[in-house]
C-alpha cells in the first residue's frame, strides 16, 4: 500500500471546524482514501472513505485534491467527544489485500 | 442493528494458559479480521476470514496464534501458552465484502492481560 504522512497531533476549539490533512504523494489511480479514528480505550471506527470526487457523511466531510496526492478530513463542528487518533489508509482497489494497513495518525485534541 | 460483538471485553491468563477471544460480526457480513494493538503501539493486522476459511494470515504469530471462523457460531482467536508479550488489546472487525470499497466496522476489543 502507498504511504501516507499526517501530522503527529493537532488541537482545535470544541464548535470550531478542524481540518486534518493527509499527504500521499504516491497515490495510485486505484488506491481508494479511508479516514478511521480512535477513540481512548476504544476500537477504532471507520469515519468515510472515497476515490476520486469529495465525499459527505453525518460524520465529517473527505475533500480530495485535484491531483489526489493529498486530502483533508473536516469535522464541521468539533467537540470534546472527537478527540480521538485520526488514520489516513489508503487501499489499493487493484490489488487482493483487505487488510487496514494504520499509520501513527494524528492525535486531535479538543478543548473548551 | 447490532455492531460487532466481542467478548470477553477483559481476560487475564497466567503464563502457559490458553486465551480464547470471540467475535460476532455485524448481520449480513462474512468477511471478519483480527488486529492487534500492543500497548503504546500502532494496531497491526493479524488475519482476515471468510466464513470456515483462512484468506490471510499475513500478519499472526508463526506459533501458539490460530484463528477460525465457522459456519455456524462466532470467530475466534486461539492463543496457545500465552506469554506476557501477548498482552494488548485484540479487535476485530468485519465487513459486506472484501477489498478497497469496503469499510470495516470493529469492535470494542478484548484486552489480554498475561500475568
Known amino acids: 500500500d502507498a504511504k501516507t504522512t499526517q501530522p503527529n497531533s493537532m488541537e482545535s476549539n470544541e464548535e470550531e471546524p478542524v481540518h486534518l490533512p493527509c499527504n500521499h504523494s504516491?497515490?495510485?489511480?486505484?488506491?481508494?482514501i479511508h479516514w478511521y479514528r480512535q477513540l481512548p480505550s476504544q476500537g477504532p471506527e471507520y469515519v468515510i472513505h472515497?476515490?476520486?470526487s469529495n465525499v459527505n457523511n453525518r460524520m465529517a466531510s473527505l475533500a480530495i485534491a485535484e491531483d489526489r496526492k493529498s486530502s483533508t478530513l473536516i469535522l464541521h463542528r468539533a467537540t470534546l467527544r472527537d478527540a480521538a487518533v485520526y488514520y489516513c489508509?489508503?487501499?489499493?482497489?487493484?490489488?487482493?489485500?483487505?487488510?487496514?494497513?494504520f499509520g501513527t495518525g494524528t492525535r486531535l485534541q479538543v478543548t473548551l | 442493528n447490532a455492531g460487532v460483538m466481542q467478548n470477553p471485553r477483559h481476560l487475564v491468563r497466567r503464563r502457559g494458559q490458553e486465551a480464547r477471544l470471540r467475535c460476532s460480526p455485524m448481520k449480513g457480513h462474512s468477511h471478519v479480521y483480527w488486529y492487534r494493538q500492543l500497548p503504546e503501539e500502532g494496531l497491526k493486522f493479524m488475519v482476515y476470514l471468510q466464513k470456515e476459511n483462512i484468506i490471510d494470515e499475513s500478519g499472526m504469530p508463526k506459533e501458539r496464534f490460530s484463528a477460525e471462523f465457522p459456519k455456524e457460531g462466532p470467530s475466534i482467536l486461539r492463543i496457545q501458552q500465552v506469554v506476557r508479550g501477548d498482552s494488548a488489546a485484540y479487535f476485530c472487525?468485519?465487513?459486506?465484502?472484501?477489498?478497497?470499497?469496503?469499510?470495516?466496522?470493529f469492535g470494542p476489543g478484548t484486552r489480554l492481560t498475561v500475568t
Open positions: 489508509i489508503l487501499r489499493d482497489a487493484a490489488g487482493t489485500a483487505s487488510k487496514l494497513t
Open positions: 472515497g476515490l476520486t
Open positions: 472487525a468485519s465487513s459486506l465484502d472484501h477489498g478497497a470499497p469496503y469499510e470495516q466496522y
Open positions: 504516491t497515490i495510485s489511480g486505484t488506491d481508494y
